[in-house]
């Protein structure tokens, strides 16, 4: 209809939030959005990777390539990589990626002296900008900070020099630049059970159609012997209840729906950016691919108005 307007406003509740991970609700929109979300989070929030390496001297048993490589996966701090340009549009360089705009500069030396076996790890890296250096990841065990990630180890008298350029990137154009571990959602679970015919059933047949769901959706009330919904979100949408309570021959037990505006986000970060930032980032992202979308149906609305007149006027 004419007139009528078809605008949302998504609303996020936040439930847990740490450094590496976070989980929220977003409701009031549908799928679209919410999936337009969890793919700019994986592959169009930019951070800082390591882009090209130049390796001096190196006499591990591990060959060149294989070291770049390595360099190139190890997460670095990347709270700065919104501020930072594109390597192919900084201007300061000419796209060359090398000046401190666009580019962040580590040196790496390391030589083993003894008959220990020497672990070159990701702190062994000397950053030129003390911002952006590899993430720390403490030891599950023991909670204290480790050496990091490990490169390569040396013998003795085995040496590894190098220089390394780190670069800001998007992990649609390569996954060392994506700072998600992980990104997930899932429709929010809506179960009603039938108390009347519930009631029907026997004990034993409750608890073994209690039984019949992997997930552990549903439980025995140990005062009152009725069966309840335990953890809705536990839901995988695996119909296996619904099977059950057919070959029951009471069909209709239970009905479960998915709420089409409400979804459940978990987010794990890889470290390089907070789990929290990482939303924030995505939301910015998307906004801005959104405002895109909007000039672009603006200047061909201007063209359909004034033709030739207005690409003339932006200089087409």
């Given at each position: 209809?004419?007139?009528?307007?078809?605008?949302?406003?998504?609303?996020?509740?936040?439930?847990?939030?740490?450094?590496?991970?976070?989980?929220?609700?977003?409701r009031e929109t549908d799928a679209s959005i919410a999936n337009a979300l969890r793919?700019?989070?994986?592959a169009e929030v930019p951070t800082i990777a390591i882009d090209l390496v130049e390796i001096e001297v190196n006499s591990s048993v591990l060959n060149d390539e294989f070291i770049a490589h390595?360099?190139?996966?190890?997460?670095?701090i990347s709270e700065r990589a919104m501020a930072m340009r594109f390597s192919r549009d900084c201007d300061a360089c000419d796209g060359d990626g090398q000046c401190e705009f666009?580019?962040?500069?580590?040196?790496l030396r390391a030589k083993c002296i003894n008959d220990q076996t020497l672990e070159v790890a990701s702190k062994d890296l000397i950053s030129s900008d003390h911002t952006v250096i590899p993430v720390d990841y403490p030891d599950s065990a023991t909670g204290e900070e480790n050496k990091g990630i490990i490169i390569v180890k040396l013998r003795r008298g085995q040496e590894l020099m190098l220089r390394a350029i780190a670069r800001k990137g998007i992990g649609k154009d390569h996954a060392k630049w994506s700072p998600a571990a992980t990104v997930t959602f899932?429709?929010?679970?809506?179960?009603?059970?039938?108390?009347?015919?519930?009631?029907t059933l026997t004990l034993d047949q409750k608890k073994e159609f209690v039984d019949s769901c992997p997930t552990k959706v549903f439980a025995i009330d140990p005062l009152?012997?009725?069966?309840?919904?335990?953890?809705?979100?536990?839901?995988?949408y695996d119909e296996e209840v619904l099977k059950k309570a057919e070959a029951m021959g009471k069909p209709g037990l239970v009905e479960i729906h998915a709420k089409e505006d409400s979804f459940i986000f978990k987010v794990e970060s890889t470290g390089a950016i907070k789990a929290s930032q990482l939303v924030l980032n995505a939301i910015q992202v998307l906004k801005q691919k959104l405002d895109a979308v909007r000039l672009s149906a603006d200047t061909v609305e201007a063209d359909?108005?004034?033709g030739e007149l207005g690409a003339h006027m932006r200089g087409g």
């Open positions: 209809m004419e007139g009528t307007s078809y605008q949302r406003f998504p609303k996020i509740k936040i439930r847990v939030v740490k450094d590496d991970y976070m989980e929220f609700e977003l793919r700019v989070m994986i390595r360099l190139g996966l190890i997460p670095l666009c580019s962040v500069e580590f040196h899932m429709y929010e679970p809506e179960i009603y059970i039938n108390e009347e015919l519930m009631e009152t012997d009725q069966v309840v919904v335990n953890d809705a979100e536990a839901y995988t359909e108005q004034f």
